[in-house]
């Protein structure tokens, strides 16, 4: 088993930063890839990014392109989502997720899964 719990969402203006932090406890943290997806109100979830167990290498949506980064901290068992340039359209329950599989963009393949946090972005 892997806990997840995510934190720093919150409100910002558009053009603005957050970081997005998701720590796991449970079983070994870099056995797993891991991803970010978000859903936002009456829409699915979808894929934002995802890293490598070993954090060299990464996959993101066309969405986050340019504006996001992912990265991981094996150490502190933690991993992060950097987003700038933060558009309404980005407004969503951001999650994270852990899975055997390598970059996946797809929920299903992903086997934990966090309780979300929420990030709203103003105009």
């Known amino acids: 088993q892997v806990q997840l719990v995510e934190s720093g969402g919150g409100l910002v203006q558009a053009g603005g930063s957050l970081r997005l932090s998701c720590a796991a406890s449970g079983r070994t943290f870099s056995s797993y890839s891991m991803g970010w997806f978000r859903q936002a109100p009456g829409k699915e979830r979808e894929f934002v990014a995802a890293i490598n167990r070993s954090g060299g290498s990464t996959n993101y949506a066309d969405s986050g392109k340019g504006r996001f980064t992912i990265s991981r901290d094996n150490a502190k068992n933690t991993v992060y989502l950097q987003m700038n340039s933060l558009k309404p359209e980005d407004t969503a329950v951001y999650y994270c997720?852990?899975?055997?599989?390598?970059?996946?963009?797809?929920?299903?393949?992903?086997?934990?899964w966090g309780q979300g946090t929420q990030v709203t972005v103003s105009s």
């Open positions: 997720a852990a899975s055997t599989n390598f970059l996946s963009s797809n929920t299903w393949r992903y086997d934990y």
